[in-house]
């Protein structure tokens, strides 16, 4: 990741969608010096802080910032925004189209990126699998799951895993814990061999 984004000096970083089970700001401010934490749901925002000050040292806390922001309604511009599992659910499959889905990220890189800036996502990709999850609830209120020909053209694109399409933890508590560490053992071993893949990472930049 370190080789994609250059030996750019990162100040300002923006996590849109964080959320209570998981959040990617304490790993941005290894890029960032500064970096807001941004939730959608003003009410999930203590749960947020909690877990990521459980990770952090007091010097690093410091360096994080906590908002609400609407991916929508942004203002402002930062050098570095990340956001993992969050362009699925504002883009859910009934409600709009890829073209949708593209204009958001020509739009998050355009006018809220600094020139040089770096937009990174992860998302949730569509396997032949896939179907096997909706029984936990995977894809549930049309949750859009992406194959890798629906994202536009990146400077640097990543792809892994077959069965790490959702997080046992989160529903099943220590025993899912169990599970997802099997099913990434199983990820790790096997996802060479497929072509479509659960998680997809891409990195966009700004034009300097
Ligand atoms: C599946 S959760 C992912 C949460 C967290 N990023 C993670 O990976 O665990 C989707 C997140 O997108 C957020 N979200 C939904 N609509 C949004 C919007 N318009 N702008 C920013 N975030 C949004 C939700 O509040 C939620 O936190």
Avoid at 19 to 41: I, K, N, T
């Amino acid at each position: 990741m370190r080789r994609d984004l250059g030996a750019r000096h990162w100040v300002r970083g923006l996590e849109l969608g964080a959320g209570p089970q998981s959040s990617m700001a304490p790993l941005m401010l290894a890029l960032a010096d500064q970096v807001e934490c941004s939730v959608y749901d003003p009410a999930t925002l203590p749960a947020v802080r909690e877990r990521n000050t459980q990770l952090l040292t007091t010097d690093d806390a410091q360096r994080l910032q906590y908002t609400s922001r609407d991916l929508r309604a942004l203002e402002g511009r930062w050098d570095l925004i990340v956001m993992k599992s969050v362009l699925g659910g504002v883009h859910r499959e009934h409600q709009s189209t890829l073209s949708d889905v593209h204009a958001t990220l020509k739009h998050l890189i355009e006018d809220h990126l600094q020139p040089g800036g770096a937009l990174i996502t992860l998302d949730n990709g569509c396997t032949g699998l896939s179907s096997l999850f909706a029984p936990f609830g995977a894809r549930r209120n049309g949750w859009r799951f992406f194959e890798e020909r629906d994202f536009p053209e990146a400077q640097a694109r990543y792809s892994f895993g077959v069965l790490s399409n959702f997080s046992a933890a989160t529903r099943l508590g220590w025993v899912g814990h169990r599970l997802d560490d099997a099913l990434y053992a199983f990820d790790l071993m096997f996802s060479p061999l497929f072509r479509r893949h659960a998680v997809h990472l891409h990195v966009y930049r700004r034009e300097p």
